[in-house]
């Protein structure tokens, strides 16, 4: 698998080499996702199995359960009660939110660590939930495939955090430029590994290896399409002007999505970034 | 500067594409503009065709899982959804296909964007790339269609609420749903979800569902879905959904009864889409619910502009809008309409099917009292012993004197098919001992229609004995 990896070429010793060298040898430190995320999101899509199962698996990790209690009380699910208990979440969220947050907690906690490139890392993090709930907003306004959206916007750029535990590896610490310019280049690449290793769905699959390209497979067009326009307006509300995102672009196009149905996705801006906050 | 047409066709759904394919014939110069990527309306995207498709992905799968279970064979549960998902898309691809080849085959121009009038005979289309193109047409039909009537108490999110539309975006299959409404649409889904596995309950106003076919034929319906471990509520009124604005599907009944499901469905009719089309421009006038008013022809109060289809209301079907469409053009070319005859058939995709045509049992016996029903249960056909479809029955809806043919209702598998045959018969004489006399290919479920004849003449002939005995 690691000879098939066409990845850019750059200066022995520099980022980009290392990383490159990494991918292309196998030589790569992956985080394992906790079974219990694997457990959940099976329960979840599995109709026999119901939902006291979903809510079994989330409390056999206490770690998990504390984070998925945390996330169900935040503010975007607007609950007037408190939820004390994984089996309140499921009630309250229903099956297939719950195992998503679980999901979410379990890469938060598989990737996001505390060395040397933790600011790029918590960047990362808050970039990837501002894009993977702009994209459920987006799917919501096309009315169409939303329990995917988020998860496919959330693990787009899941390749990141493997290029910069690569480069944690490391003695020698690079410059943040150059740090920026690699994961960009080689994200994708380290992203694909992760998701075989994950056994992710194949639209989040397809997500993570199209990158930014919208050269896009056929059946999971809307799902690459929607996560890039969720990162545009993620990385557009990061710089405060989230209208320039709205212009027209191969994504809009492809959603077919029209100026009013634009101005809702944008009109849910504020409620996403307090959500943000709450859930980083 | 504008482009010069003579025919310019808002939406391509049914009506609209029949009216521009009709116009095209006609050797007039036809721009047709729709608003989503891909030609065939609401129709075939997110109504009709995916309702038929899941439809039949749902019993092939339900048959299969009878069968493998028969035969001891283990089946994943998650096979269920990725199967009739897949098919759908490819029904969808195939039939947008030889739409899009009997377009180009007219000479149809076609142009994407969402259209609005600027003044009574031009026309600017705006799509989402930003692109501006003004046409100008001497007739224009709008043939905009319809999308679900979302109800303001219902805080409907497309994600754990849902309506008619993206309850086909759906990727996983719920363990429960409950499904507001219960007209066509909210009867096909439930009949489709049921067979599934999927806990479902509708909830109704009305006591019965499907009001607009007689009540033995609903009743068939009721006691399938029933066999599938639905529930039918009827006579009940929600007075809220509790979802927090999330995805709690708690619906709380004014009854006091409380439905807890993992999504619910609300399928409670359907609007016209007329937004942001700037009619007023084009001096086309609107009657009541959003529709847009028009005389038989489909001529609106702007006399070179003519709506058809849903957006001018009911019966809002697709055969319908089709006829609409054509009617149009050939009335706005001074040509003769050529009236189809045979009244409109429903066809109801429920499992399973029901269809009805010509004057319904109710109407008649209201309009002629002592009216003679002629009726054939499919379990007394070899043809459906043969099928393993033995559920279900045709009846005859005849006259007084047993010879005039007044409607047709059947409910099993193949009714909406078997309809047909009725149909012709009341276009035709109209006289049931046709039924009779006519050789029907043995086994098959069209016998259905010669012992259904049998028992109107043996009625009849019991009604004569019983007033010669009295005389």
Redesign the interface.
């Known amino acids: 698998m690691s000879a098939a990896l066409d990845l850019p070429r750059a200066a022995e010793g520099s980022a980009h080499a290392l990383v490159a060298r990494a991918l292309a040898d196998g030589a790569l430190d992956l985080p394992v996702l906790p079974r219990v995320a694997h457990d959940v999101m099976l329960a979840a ?4 199995r ?2 006291a199962e979903v809510a079994r698996h989330i409390e056999r990790d206490p770690a998990l359960s504390a984070t998925v209690l945390r996330s169900a009380n935040a503010a ?5 009660v408190e939820i004390v208990s994984a089996r309140q979440a499921v ?7 719950v195992a998503s947050l679980a999901m979410t907690a379990a890469v938060r906690a598989s990737v996001v660590d505390d060395g040397p490139y933790r600011g790029e890392l918590a960047q990362w993090w808050r970039a990837s939930l501002t894009c993977g709930l702009f994209a ?1 907003e987006i ?2 306004a096309r ?6 959206a988020f998860m496919c916007g959330l693990l787009r750029l899941l390749g990141v955090p493997v290029v910069l535990r690569v480069l944690a590896r490391s003695s020698e610490r690079f410059d943040p430029a150059e740090v920026a310019t690699v994961t960009r280049a080689l994200a994708t690449a380290a992203g694909m590994l992760l998701c075989e290793g994950w056994n992710l769905s194949g639209a989040v699959r397809a997500t993570v290896a199209q990158g930014a390209s919208t050269d896009a497979p056929p059946q999971f067009a809307e799902h690459v399409f929607t996560a890039q326009l969720g990162a545009a307006m993620a990385q557009a509300q990061a710089a405060g002007d989230l209208q320039s995102a709205v212009a ?1 672009s191969a994504q ?2 492809a ?4 100026p ?1 149905d634009l101005e809702r996705i944008v009109a849910t801006g504020p409620i996403i970034a307090r959500s943000v906050e709450s859930l980083a | 500067m504008s482009e010069v047409v003579d025919w310019v066709v808002v939406g391509a759904g049914p009506g609209g594409l029949k009216a521009a394919a009709c116009a095209a014939q006609q050797g007039a110069r036809v721009a047709i503009i729709e608003r989503e990527p891909r030609i065939g309306g609401a129709c075939v995207h997110r109504g009709t065709i995916p309702s038929k498709a899941l439809r039949e992905a749902a019993l092939q799968l339900s048959r299969f899982f009878v069968q493998a279970q028969q035969f001891g064979m283990v089946t994943p549960s998650a096979l269920k959804f990725s199967h009739v998902r897949g098919r759908l898309d490819r029904v969808i691809d195939s039939h947008v296909q030889a739409l899009d080849l009997e377009l180009a085959e007219a000479g149809v121009t076609r142009i994407h964007g969402a259209a609005r009038f600027v003044s009574p005979h031009d026309l600017e289309v705006r799509n989402p790339a930003g692109l501006v193109r003004r046409l100008r047409a001497d007739h224009v039909v709008i043939a905009t269609g319809s999308r679900p009537r979302l109800p303001a108490e219902i805080p409907i999110d497309h994600e754990h609420i849902l309506d008619s539309d993206s309850v086909l975006g759906l990727e996983y299959l719920p363990h429960s749903m409950v499904i507001m409404g219960g007209g066509i649409i909210a009867c096909e889904y439930a009949s489709i979800m049921a067979t599934l596995g999927v806990l479902v309950t509708i909830v109704d106003r009305a006591p019965r569902p499907l009001g607009l076919v007689d009540a033995d034929l609903a009743q068939g319906f009721v006691d399938a879905f029933e066999a599938l471990g639905g529930r039918y509520l009827g006579g009940r009124t929600l007075a809220r959904v509790q979802t927090d604005g999330i995805s709690s599907t708690t619906s709380h009944l004014t009854s006091g009864e409380v439905l807890v499901a993992e999504k619910v469905l609300v399928a409670l009719g359907r609007l016209p889409n007329t937004a942001g089309l700037e009619l007023a421009a084009a001096g086309v006038t609107m009657a009541d619910g959003g529709r847009i008013a028009v005389d038989h022809h489909g001529c609106t109060s702007a006399p070179h502009i003519y709506a058809v289809g849903d957006v001018v209301g009911p019966p809002a079907l697709a055969s319908c809008s089709m006829e609409q469409g054509r009617r149009a053009v050939l009335h706005a070319l001074g040509q003769p309409e050529l009236h189809a005859g045979g009244g409109v058939p429903i066809g109801i995709f429920t499992v399973p099917e029901l269809a009805a045509v010509g004057e319904s049992e109710d109407a008649a016996r209201r309009r002629l009292g002592d009216i003679v029903v002629g009726r054939a249960d499919f379990s007394g056909l070899a043809r459906a012993q043969i099928a393993d479809e033995p559920a279900g029955f045709l009846k005859l809806v005849v006259d007084p004197s047993g010879e005039r043919l007044l409607g047709v209702g059947i409910v099993g598998e193949g009714a909406t098919e078997l309809i047909h045959l009725g149909q012709l018969v009341l276009l035709g004489s109209g006289r049931v001992r046709e039924l009779v006399d006519t050789i029907f290919n043995f086994p098959t479920m069209a016998e259905a229609y010669r012992v259904a004849a049998l028992d109107v003449l043996g009625q009849i002939r019991v009604r004569s004995c019983g007033r010669a005995d009295a005389a």
């Open positions: 899509q599995d109709p026999t119901g939902s975007i699910y607007g609950g007037a009630a309250r969220l229903g099956t297939v939110e459920k799917a919501r009315r169409h495939a939303v329990d995917s027209p809009i196009v959603l077919n999505l029209y009013e």
